[in-house]
């Protein structure tokens, strides 16, 4: 467990990240304050002892309203990544298993059709035709993850079938699908991590984007891009309304970075070697 | 007074010390041979002369250079020495250039940084550096760009840059290594010529002491960053002192031990094999070209022989492999391993493939660095329709490990915990753990030092013996071919031009190209060994 400790990107990664997962988590069973009951009289207070990062306009406590707002984020965008990989991946490993066939092209073809549609309008045309919610959103979003991951896969996965032990493997007798499980996944698993952990962060990004203009999770269910959307004609008296929302995203997107950085090291086992 | 003189030059690279005590000199109009093994430190010696070294590293000693102390020298003394006074030719010419730019533009780069001339005027003289390095004009221009060029015409781009300058010292880091034995010889040539012309000194890097012998004039042996060995070429063959040095030489000599009891009966039979490739020419629904890759190829291999395939790159060494191996289905003709066809109804046969292995060139690359020894040797298991299991499986992978010369205790490790030479040891267990009858060796041993060369084929002789395998054997390299097969086929684009017993064909070749391949062919002096 030691040499986890000697990279110097996954400690604070994950220390970060375990910070907002277990505000999360915690927020299930305990908040310090209900965040659907409104108490006027306590509103925008600035941090204080009771409140430690202030109240909103309604008096609902802003340390409260984070620590929900970070289950919808971080629910958004681990659902969304998920759709990305379970689809991308495969997507990806069969394009390129096939390279300059038809199913190649087709699939890519379709990568294409998805990246041709600036994700805001296709989170636009959804939430017009079903209604805005997270759930939507998620939808969103994950679908503009599969082209990322696909694409990603294919272009690792291509430089890995030249490899010598993919040509050892097929004298093995092994077909593409199981080398492709065997040999090709394992050796971009590294990549599709770290490209995981950005688009985990770029998904809180979008959340809070979408959220932001009203696309996203809608009242009551907090929402740390929402927070700062209705914070913003209160910015020049009640700063800490946008601030800590604000805070809460770069920290968290930070973190996962990191995180996705320091994992791609310990994933190698060369790297891992020289490291102890 | 020496070219480059280097008294007593040390380096350590933080902290751990690369070179000791290394002292040689390179005299104008003379040919230096520095030999070394992998990580035995001449081309760090190389960058030492050019201070061309990564960071952390820390030279001691004395480097002089037509007078001139390079070690108290700022860098931007060394960068109007480097390209001037000292030129460098790299091993690899696929990458040594820059893929955007024409070899005009890059070859009188080298005279724009260090002369104050006009660009027209650097484009002339790089016509002429090219000219020198027999490239002429009205062949190669200079709007060429590299990738229209080849491998040895690529070399010639790179040695241009390095004598655009006419420098006083030209440092070759195993200039030939990458290209094929004919070009090879062209190279070495041209390199000859120069030195001569100019009255250069010429420090030429190899672990080939063939290449060098051909060459040089004076020698400089060297082991784990210390110079074992170091005097005049002529002297020095005759009467080796250091062991290491002879070891050395010996090891290039190689020829191991062999049973060689070759039936009559046939293993494999190639009968009039047709290899063509599809090359799209205009998207997806524009005409197709074919190029044919193995034109009408016929040979058998006999049980318990050792069959050598030589021929330069991209003569379809390797097609013809993966077609044998039925990898790839051929156009014409039909390959039988055991009266059995490779291929049948458009799917690899099992019951012949599970017969056949194969080891490959690069020892770095034909291991998967994500998985373990055991699972790694044990991959070929898959073919078998009852694959061991559990303990069986385990003895297997042992047993195999052993074979050739690993510990059991090794299974449990990754492959980058091994050296070139203990890999290349694996992926012949690998190809063993079935037990088959035939190995196709696809260059197999060249990547590999001459000393662990020599070990490898001693295993392989020994395992041929030991396991009745029989050894399809490809490489383009003469001296090891010869050492270890029967018969030999001699292949040139795409067709067999020549075959027999290894020792006549080489002796009395009758095909052009297997003449020209043969004289090119560096030697060792006779005596030498």
Redesign the interface.
Known sequence: MSLLFYNRSFLPGIILTTVFAAAALISLVWVPYDTTILNIAEKLKPPNLAHPLGTDQFGRDILSMIMVGARTSIAVALVAVGIGMIAGVPLGLAAAARKGGLLD?VIMRMNDLVFAFPSLLIAVMITAVFGASALNAIIAIGIFNIPVFARLTRGAALTLWN???I????????GQARISVE?IL??VANLLIVQGTIQFSLGILAEAGLSYVGLGAQPPTASWGRMLADSQTMISFAPHLALFPGLAILLTVLGLNLLGDGLRDLLD??LR?ART | MSLLGIDRLSLKIHGTPILKDVSFAVDPGRILGVIGESGSGKSMTAFSVLQLLPNGAECTGNISLAGKDILTCSETELCSIRGREVGMVFQEPMTALNPLQTIGAQVAETILVHENVSKAEAMTRAAKALQRAELPQEKFPLSRYPHELSGGQRQRVVIAMAIALRPKLLIADEPTTALDVTTQAQILDLLKRLVAEDDMGLMLISHDLAVVADLADDLVIMQQGEVVENGPARSLFGAMQHPYSRALLEASSHVPDRLGEAHKTSLLQVRNVVRDYQQHVHG?WGATTHFRAVNDVSFDIRRGESLGLVGESGCGKSTLTRAI?G?EEVQGGEILFDGQPVFTHHH?N?DV??R???V???PY???????RVEKLVS?????LQTPLHGHERENAVVEALESVGLGAEDRHK?I??FSGGQRQRI?IA?ALIIKPDLIILDEAVSALDVSVRAQVLDLLADLGDRFNLTYLFISHDLSVVRSITDRVLVMKAGEIVEGGPTDAVFDHPNHDYTKQLVAAAPVLPVGAA
């Open positions: 092209e490899r010598e032990y040509l050892a493997a097929r004298v093995a007798g092994k040999h394992p050796n086992p060369k070697r | 997806w191996l990898l690899a099992k493939r599970r056949m292995q194969v490959f060139q690069d690359g034909s291991f998967n660095p994500r998985w991959e070929p298991f898959h073919l990754y980058h915990e992926a690998r």
